[in-house]
């Protein structure tokens, strides 16, 4: 029977990921802190942090994963003719610490948030340090949705997104692997399936299979793709 590692704050060494629990799916190990540097080996690692106020700091790592090629994003025909018709805009990192505030908004089906308050402090430190990334779509002056999550090496991982009109997350997300395939990357992490990821293309890939990629694409020590092409590409 499997149990639960419980990781110590001086050790970041996670545990393997075929230790994962069956139920809840993905569950890995319980404890450590947030540190940058434990940050950015957990997701390397294809292990990521999720939890609520009132709960210990869990960490997960599910199977399959549900990751998207930039390359291959599907858009559809309502959706370029939404493009090509709204007054919104889009921007990168120009409003990291309101997009996440943004994503912790209580949504119609829950008022709970793993997005909680130390959660915003380190990853505001991993966007300090060029690690972690947001899309911003504007009305006007008013921000209306976006995403954020992280670059390293040729994957980014999405950690959330919102919208407070209609499409404007469908418009952050595809502006982001608009961007990310002309900077060379090759997959975004988008963890766990929803239909409305699988719309834009996005396959189930076996967690071997997912950590196996990670260890071609961001192998430690790797640098970020992020911003690595000249010239910029934001309009589509």
């Given at each position: 029977m ?38 950015v080996?957990?997701y390397?690692s ?81 966007h ?8 911003e ?87 970020s ?12």
């Amino acid at each position: 029977m499997l149990q639960l590692t419980w990781l110590d704050e001086q050790d970041l060494e996670f545990p393997s990921a075929d230790l994962a629990l069956d139920e809840p799916p993905g569950l890995l190990a319980v404890g450590g802190d947030l540190s940058p540097a434990r940050l950015v080996k957990a997701y390397r690692s294809g292990i990521f942090p999720w939890y609520q106020d009132g709960q210990p700091l869990l960490w997960w790592c599910p199977d399959p994963r549900t990751v998207l090629q930039p390359s291959q994003l599907h858009v559809s025909r309502s959706m370029r003719k939404f493009l090509r018709q709204t007054d919104f805009r889009v921007s990168l990192n120009s409003a990291f610490a309101d997009v996440m505030q943004g994503c912790a908004e209580p949504r119609d089906y829950t008022s709970a948030t793993w997005i909680t308050q130390d959660m915003q402090q380190a990853y505001r430190e991993l966007h300090r340090l060029g690690i972690a990334h947001s899309v911003e779509v504007w009305e006007a002056d008013q921000l209306v949705g976006g995403l954020y999550g992280l670059a390293l090496g040729r994957v980014f991982f999405g950690e959330s997104m919102f919208s407070r009109r209609t499409n404007a997350s469908k418009m952050a997300f595809i502006h982001l692997a608009d961007q990310l395939a002309h900077w060379g990357f090759e997959l975004i992490d988008c963890q766990m399936p929803t239909d409305h990821l699988f719309s834009f293309g996005a396959q189930s890939l076996d967690r071997s299979q997912f950590i196996q990629r990670l260890s071609t694409l961001c192998p430690e020590g790797s640098e970020s793709a992020w911003g690595t092409s000249s010239g910029e590409k934001l309009p589509l």
